[in-house]
């Protein structure tokens, strides 16, 4: 293994600048570009402890004061030496000090390698790994505390315990058949069929989770809808934060759904912006008004966006058949214009109105305040990975199989290979047992050797 | 003083079950071979059970019987009682038993090695094996001076080699049963670069039939009509002993428990690594200290012995120990031993400096089979014996390796776990490592392996074809079950209701469908199958079983295509692994030092990650790519 170094902290300029190094010249390497103020060597103090002193360029200069550590292997992140330079987040400041790492034998860390490495030296599973990237593309604070539950082992734990009790019943049978001559307790088909039971309950548990646990990824979506030029884009954008959707004046524009996360207090929310609903003018139109019904049917709760400036129109009654019986909230826009109809008209057809003004800003916390309510707390931790979800769907289809097998009367050595099956999918969650298709996922993620 | 003793193709060192398997088939395949034994009236013992088969064990005989090895056939002729074990956990655990007459079978094997031709059995201890300049084997010198020129020589030392056996605190240095250990060959093999371990095993003490009170214990007795492990071979094995169960109790196991202190197994004198799976007495009363009883079997030791073999009491204690213990047992209260348990203690190699054909990597032309590759079981120094045998013949003609794979069954599991995985203990066969076992039978081993043995020339045509008139009458059967259509009627419903099991509506239905009910098997079916041609009962079970398991089986054919393309991604011979920083080290280390030949085998080697796997396919692309391959 060589040793990698990057700037582990975010965008620079910043307050702080964070250098990391991994490898085992990570040692070395920090001796020479960090003078402590004893100027005894770093990796002769205590390890896992900040010290303060000189962060030096290639030539020999000081760049800057900071703070340094060296974690020896294998109690560091990735199990190997690694050194991290906490100092000031100017660009000149970061880049002198990697400059000089590289100069003395690092090279640029890939994306992930830092995890990567933890992975491969058996520092973190795979569940732990994933939930590594989940943390850093967290942008609420649930996300964030749902990784790092994630991270100590909220899932990993609980489904290795399930893996060896299920490993433990193929175990019991083997020894039976294995071991004629002892008298081990007999293989109980009754009891095999309660574990299974108990095993598929809790498997279905945690796939359902994972349905709750993408909406946490991905955002509790909500479609907004209404009439063409009703202010849905300007919505949309004023919500979105940015020009996404194209919006002029002309009836009709949109006729895509776009979809934009949006991070609100209590999580986030997948808007669903739809093509205006009315008859369509053209083919495009067409499939832009079938598309706002498909995100209707998708979404769990809808915004039905009505022009304040021109008198009602149109019946609010013909709300697409999807969106019937989930919440559903009467947004009055354009609300810097004279109004043109009096919202409380509307208070009794709707779980709520707003009436407000995408293009000041006025009326929208509200909004938002009302859709942070919409999203279900998470409480306890939920599977959010697809490729997990999908290891953990096929475990509960063999555990299922051999449930159904078992109980027509086939034979344990039939169908314990489901449940072997069901193990091995298991594995591949944790990251024990790995087949071809987790190996290729593995490269794939982490960029190996590119 | 050395003398110049004569030239062979092939020289076998031993003629326990590896020996003899690897004798008779270099043999049979025209080799001239030269067998070695230390003393020839004990050719083919049975040092510990006099037993052949068993889990996993039965299913290894028979696939070694497919193969065209003499276990099968001389485990029939010679058995007293036969037993198919596991009956009714499902075909995959069924696994065949014999009690065998120890004296018989021993005379069956020497008489087997005598009258092959191309064959001389001899006796004679290996003291060296001789390399040419090239450093390939050349010839191997016996303690005597005679020097055999050979090509080949495969070692099937058993527990002979550096045997020493204990008894509490008399240890002595010999081999099992009294006979001599060979202690010259050792030096041999570690200057050939070979790392020499100790393991040991033990047996229980036989005690005399007349002095057990027989009453008072519940007898066992062999199968009806038994089959036996040899695919049509005409011999089917005859019942004509019992054997009979009895229990440890408390006052056995305090006898045991004040006696720890004089057990070499506990006192640190035995260096060698015993067996987790068969564990003596005083292992067993000492890890399941919260276990009331331990089940015992007593075996007769042939049909006119008045041995009998006291199954599950293994053990190293002191004689007096023995008779103590032995004598709080029910039915055994006056019993007196004939031939005390022991401990054996013994030099074997690291099966990791071994390919699949069970050549020595590093020394052209040595093989090596049974408990010398660490394996323990008679059964599996066969299989093994078998293939080294093959092999060496292979090798010496300049042919095309024979090798099995994990998905050929038993015996290419065994190998492939020996000499990929390693092992820290005596290495038994259990049905739990195979993953195939579903395809991997004991009842369809001739449909798996006659072709390969025929192949060998081990295998007559005529047997082979029997194999193939199996297959082909299964295949018949099945599509006629598929044609054969059950109507609605009265008569057929009421027969489905006398099985409890749903009637048929408006449709009829085909009798394949009907078989797949669990209420209902083929037997039975033949009620309202009225058309049913004579098909032979072993037909009939490859029906049964096709039918009932089909899901079963289909996955894990699938399973097995999945298997072979990782096993068909092939490994450059000279790669160097020590240079893939990618890998961890230990990885590399190992890598390096076994050779895996696939992909597969990489993947299976302990101390190999699958994220080690997944960086040696990025290395192997990139090579690809860079056209370093």
């Avoid at chain 2, 008779?323 to 401990?343: D, F, K, N, Q, S």
């Amino acid at each position: 293994m060589d040793t990698i170094a990057a700037c582990s902290g975010g965008a620079l300029p910043a307050a702080i600048g964070i250098v990391r190094l991994s490898g085992p010249d990570a040692g070395p390497i920090i001796e020479k570009i960090f003078s402590s103020k004893d100027e005894n060597p770093i990796t002769k103090k205590k390890t896992y402890h900040l010290y303060y002193g000189k962060l030096l360029s290639q030539s020999g200069k000081t760049l800057d004061l900071c703070l340094a550590a060296f974690y020896r292997a294998p109690h560091s992140y990735t199990g190997e030496d690694m050194a991290e330079i906490f100092c000031h987040g100017s660009p000149a400041v970061v880049e002198g000090a990697l400059r000089h790492a590289y100069a003395l034998g690092a090279r640029p860390a890939g994306p992930g390698e830092f995890t990567r490495r933890a992975f491969l030296n058996g520092k973190l599973g795979l569940v732990e790994a994933e939930a590594v990237a989940d943390m850093l593309d967290a942008q609420t604070e649930q996300e964030a505390l749902n990784a790092a539950a994630q991270l100590d082992g909220a899932i990993g734990t609980p489904l290795r315990a399930l893996r060896g009790e299920l490993t433990g019943l193929c175990a019991h049978f083997y020894a039976v058949c294995d071991y004629p001559d002892e008298d081990i307790d007999p293989f109980e088909y009754s009891r095999a069929s309660e574990t299974l039971l108990r095993a598929g309950q809790q498997l279905r548990a945690l796939c359902a989770g994972f349905e709750r646990g993408s909406l946490l990824k991905s955002g509790f979506p909500v479609a907004v809808v209404g009439l063409p030029n009703a202010g849905k884009s300007s919505l949309f954008n004023a919500l979105a934060g940015s020009d996404r959707a194209i919006v002029t004046s002309e009836a009709g524009t949109t006729r895509d759904v776009l979809e934009q996360p949006v991070a609100l207090a209590g999580g986030r929310v997948l808007l669903l912006d739809t093509a205006g609903i009315r008859t369509p003018e053209g083919e495009a139109e067409r499939i832009g008004v079938e598309r706002a019904l498909q995100a209707a049917q998708r979404a769990r709760a809808a915004l039905w966006v009505f022009d304040g400036s021109q008198p009602l129109s149109g019946d609010p009654e013909a709300l697409p058949e999807a969106l019937r019986g989930k919440p559903c909230a009467a947004v009055v826009s354009k609300n810097d214009l004279p109004p043109a109809f009096d919202p409380s008209e509307l208070e009794d057809r709707f779980d709520a109105v707003f009436s407000l003004s995408s293009k000041t800003g006025e009326g929208l916390d509200a909004l938002c305040s009302w859709l942070s309510g919409l999203i279900p707390p998470a409480g306890e931790v939920l599977v959010t990975s697809p490729r997990q979800a999908a290891l953990l769907r096929r475990a509960l289809d063999s555990v299922d199989a051999a449930l159904a097998s078992a109980q027509a009367g086939m034979t344990a050595d039939a169908f314990l290979l489901d449940v072997e099956q069901a193990v091995r999918f298991l594995g591949e969650v944790t990251g024990e047992d790995v087949s071809q298709d987790v190996v290729k996922d593995i490269f794939s993620r982490f960029c190996v050797g590119k | 003083m050395n003398y110049s003793a004569g030239t062979y193709d092939i020289a076998v060192v031993g003629a326990g079950h590896a020996g003899i398997e690897a004798a008779l088939a270099a043999a049979r395949m025209g080799s001239r071979v030269l067998c070695l034994c230390t003393c020839l009236d004990a050719v083919g013992n049975m040092p510990c059970n006099p037993s052949i088969g068993g889990t996993a064990k039965g299913q290894l005989v028979r696939e070694i019987d497919a193969l065209g090895g003499e276990m099968g056939r001389a485990a029939d002729r010679t058995a007293i009682q036969f037993r198919m074990l596991n009956r009714g956990k499902g075909p995959a655990v069924f696994s065949p038993r014999a009690q065998n007459d120890r004296a018989a079978y021993r005379s069956v094997m020497k008489s087997a090695l005598e009258n092959c031709p191309n064959l001389l059995l001899r006796q004679g201890e290996a003291a060296e094996v001789l390399l040419d300049d090239a450093g390939a084997v050349c010839a191997v010198r016996l303690t005597s001076g005679a020097v055999f020129s050979a090509k080949a020589v495969v070692l099937c030392t058993g527990t002979f080699l550096g045997g020493r056996i204990f008894m509490g605190d008399v240890v002595r240095d010999m081999g099992p049963d009294g006979l001599m250990a060979a202690n010259e060959l050792t030096g041999s093999l570690r200057a050939l670069g070979l790392s020499i371990r100790r393991f040991k095993t033990g047996t229980p003490p036989r005690i005399a039939a007349g002095s057990v009170d027989l009453s008072a214990l519940e007898p066992q007795d062999g199968d009806e009509n038994p089959q036996g492990f040899s695919f049509y071979s005409g011999v089917r094995p005859r019942n004509s002993v019992r054997c009979y169960m009895t229990y440890t109790n408390e006052r056995t196991h305090e006898i045991i428990r004040g006696a720890l202190d004089r057990s070499p197994l506990f006192t640190g004198v035995i260096d060698g690594v015993g067996p987790r799976y068969c564990p003596s007495i005083e292992d067993k009363v000492v890890r399941f200290a919260d276990k009331e009883r331990h089940q015992l079997f007593l075996e007769p030791c042939g049909e006119h012995s008045g041995e009998l073999y006291l199954q599950g009491l293994s053990t190293s204690l002191p004689e007096d120990v023995q008779v103590a213990m032995v004598r709080t047992i029910r039915g055994l209260e006056h019993a007196e031993i004939m031939r005390p348990g022991y401990a054996i203690e013994y030099d074997c190699i690291d099966p990791l400096c071994l390919d699949a054909r069970l050549a020595v990597k590093a020394v052209p032309g040595l093989f090596a089979a049974g408990q010398l590759c660490g394996s323990s079981g008679y059964e599996e120094a066969a299989a093994q014996g078998l293939i080294a045998g093959i092999n060496a013949h292979l090798f010496v003609r300049g042919e095309l390796p024979f090798t099995l794979t994990r998905m050929d069954g038993y015996i290419g599991t065994l190998i492939d776990d020996l000499v990929t995985k390693g092992t820290n203990e005596p290495y038994r066969m259990m049905t739990s490592r195979s993953e195939y076992r579903l395809i991997c039978r004991q009842d369809n081993a001739d449909l798996r392996l006659m072709e390969k043995g025929l192949a060998l020339g081990l295998v007559s045509p005529e047997r082979a074809e029997k194999a193939q008139q199996k297959a082909r009458l299964t295949e018949l059967e099945l599509k006629r079950l598929q044609k054969t259509i059950a109507p609605p009627s009265q008569a057929v419903n009421d027969f489905l209701a006398s099985h409890k099991t749903s009637p048929l509506a408006l449709r009829g239905a085909s009798l394949l469908e009907l078989l797949r009910r669990p209420e209902l098997s083929y037997d039975a079916l033949a009620a309202i199958d009225p058309g049913r041609p004579d098909i032979p009962s072993d037909v009939a079970e490859q029906v049964e079983i096709a039918v009932k398991y089909e899901g079963y089986i289909r996955r894990q054919e699938r399973d097995i295509a999945d298997m072979q393309r990782m096993e068909s991604r092939t490994l450059p011979e000279g790669i160097d692994y020590l240079s893939m920083t990618l890998l961890r080290t230990e990885a590399r280390q190992k890598l390096d030092r076994i050779r895996p030949r696939t992909l597969g085998q990489a993947g299976r080697i302990s101390g190999v990650s699958p994220a080690d796997v997944a960086a040696l396919m990025v290395i192997l692309s990139q090579m690809e790519e860079k056209h370093e391959l």
